[in-house]
């Protein structure tokens, strides 16, 4: 479930990107039945050219139709700002969680030449995206309907810069998609260095960003937590980014000076937390584990008299 959406208004924004403006889209009225079950495309009442998909009811991408390079919300913005101290002039990434494709937009716009896999478990709402927001073509842009971990276990070692995790069912990211088995299958696909990052949505006292970042700070080097300063607070609900870098790279203590600037001049502020911040934080909570499966004792037969 992505951020609540930033005000233009509020964020100073100038004009739309010079030579950006495309014919008219062909957007639905409504409700359209997908796989899942429903999607919407709502124009904003003063610019119909700025829409926000909805999936099942729930906000889940935000596009300027003529401009990639705008992101709303707030959690995007993060993962932006995260992205961009990347040294690499071109990326391959993975993006788990396609939605309308906002950030993968974005990358392709920022760093031309980037190839990118989206995916999302339904086929038929990436068949209207591709359609309805003029997405990038392959090999700039591949959308790949299925299961997020059985997509990245069939993904070649070492063949990723970024992954980014941003799944969500209706509004809870399922829990085989936040342990150390499914962060171990990231490290694979990541190359030395790589970028993982995450959306996590919590609420107060922040439980679930707790875990999440024991698991990722056990996975990967680097790990970081960014939010606004009021989440960290317990003042409300939202979204957090969590990431961190697979073994191998090079340390990342100047970038993260340069990000820690970056974040406090966004037009809604965020905050930084890494290395002892970040351990206090995630506190003694233990990572987060697959849930075994159950295994039968010998008088488990099924047979309600065997008691």
Same mark, same amino acid.
């Given at each position: 479930?992505?951020?609540?959406?930033?005000?233009?208004?509020?964020?100073?924004?100038?004009?739309?990107?010079?030579?950006?403006?495309?014919?008219?889209?062909?957007?639905?009225?409504?409700?359209?039945?997908?796989?899942?079950?429903?999607? #919407?495309?709502?124009?904003?009442?003063?610019?119909?050219?700025?829409? %926000?998909?909805?999936?099942?009811?729930?906000?889940?991408?935000?596009?300027?139709?003529?401009?990639?390079?705008?992101?709303?919300?707030?959690?995007?913005?993060?993962?932006? &700002?995260?992205?961009?101290?990347?040294?690499? %002039?071109?990326?391959?990434?993975?993006?788990?969680?396609?939605?309308?494709?906002?950030?993968?937009?974005?990358?392709?716009?920022?760093?031309?030449?980037?190839?990118?896999?989206?995916?999302?478990?339904?086929?038929?709402?990436?068949?209207?995206?591709?359609?309805?927001?003029?997405?990038?073509?392959?090999?700039?842009?591949?959308?790949?309907?299925?299961?997020?971990?059985?997509?990245?276990?069939?993904?070649?070692?070492?063949?990723?810069?970024?992954?980014?995790?941003?799944?969500?069912?209706?509004?809870?990211?399922?829990?085989?998609? %936040?342990?150390?088995?499914?962060?171990?299958?990231?490290?694979?696909?990541?190359?030395?260095?790589?970028?993982?990052?995450?959306?996590?949505?919590?609420?107060?006292?922040? &439980?679930?960003?707790?875990?999440? =970042?024991?698991?990722?700070?056990?996975?990967?080097?680097?790990?970081?937590?960014?939010? #606004?300063?009021?989440?960290?607070?317990?003042?409300?609900?939202?979204?957090? =980014?969590?990431?961190?870098?697979?073994?191998?790279?090079?340390?990342?203590?100047?970038?993260?000076?340069?990000?820690?600037?970056?974040?406090?001049?966004?037009?809604?502020? &965020?905050?930084?937390?890494?290395?002892?911040?970040?351990?206090?934080?995630?506190?003694?909570?233990?990572?987060?584990?697959?849930?075994?499966?159950? =295994? &039968?004792?010998?008088?488990?037969?099924?047979?309600?008299?065997?008691?």
């Amino acid at each position: 479930m992505p951020d609540r959406p930033a005000a233009r208004g509020r964020h100073g924004r100038g004009g739309r990107a010079a030579g950006a403006a495309q014919a008219a889209p062909d957007l639905p009225e409504g409700p359209v039945r997908i796989a899942t079950g429903t999607a #919407e495309v709502r124009r904003s009442p003063d610019d119909p050219r700025s829409v %926000t998909l909805y999936v099942n009811g729930v906000p889940s991408s935000h596009l300027d139709l003529d401009d990639p390079t705008w992101l709303e919300f707030e959690y995007m913005q993060h993962m932006a &700002a995260i992205i961009a101290q990347t040294t690499d %002039t071109t990326l391959d990434a993975v993006h788990l969680g396609a939605a309308g494709c906002a950030l993968p937009r974005w990358l392709d716009a920022v760093r031309p030449g980037s190839h990118q896999v989206a995916v999302d478990v339904d086929a038929v709402l990436l068949e209207h995206v591709r359609r309805w927001f003029a997405l990038p073509r392959s090999p700039r842009l591949r959308l790949r309907p299925g299961e997020a971990r059985e997509v990245l276990a069939a993904l070649p070692a070492a063949s990723a810069d970024v992954v980014v995790r941003d799944v969500f069912a209706p509004d809870t990211t399922p829990a085989h998609l %936040t342990t150390s088995e499914f962060l171990a299958e990231v490290v694979r696909v990541l190359r030395p260095g790589g970028l993982y990052l995450a959306n996590v949505a919590d609420r107060p006292p922040l &439980a679930v960003a707790r875990a999440e =970042v024991a698991t990722v700070r056990a996975a990967l080097d680097d790990a970081l937590l960014v939010a #606004e300063p009021g989440q960290l607070r317990g003042r409300r609900y939202g979204n957090l =980014v969590v990431g961190g870098r697979a073994p191998g790279g090079p340390a990342a203590a100047e970038g993260r000076r340069g990000l820690a600037r970056r974040l406090r001049s966004l037009p809604v502020p &965020a905050a930084l937390l890494e290395d002892d911040e970040l351990a206090a934080f995630a506190g003694t909570v233990p990572p987060l584990r697959d849930v075994a499966p159950e =295994v &039968a004792g010998p008088d488990d037969d099924g047979d309600p008299d065997a008691a």
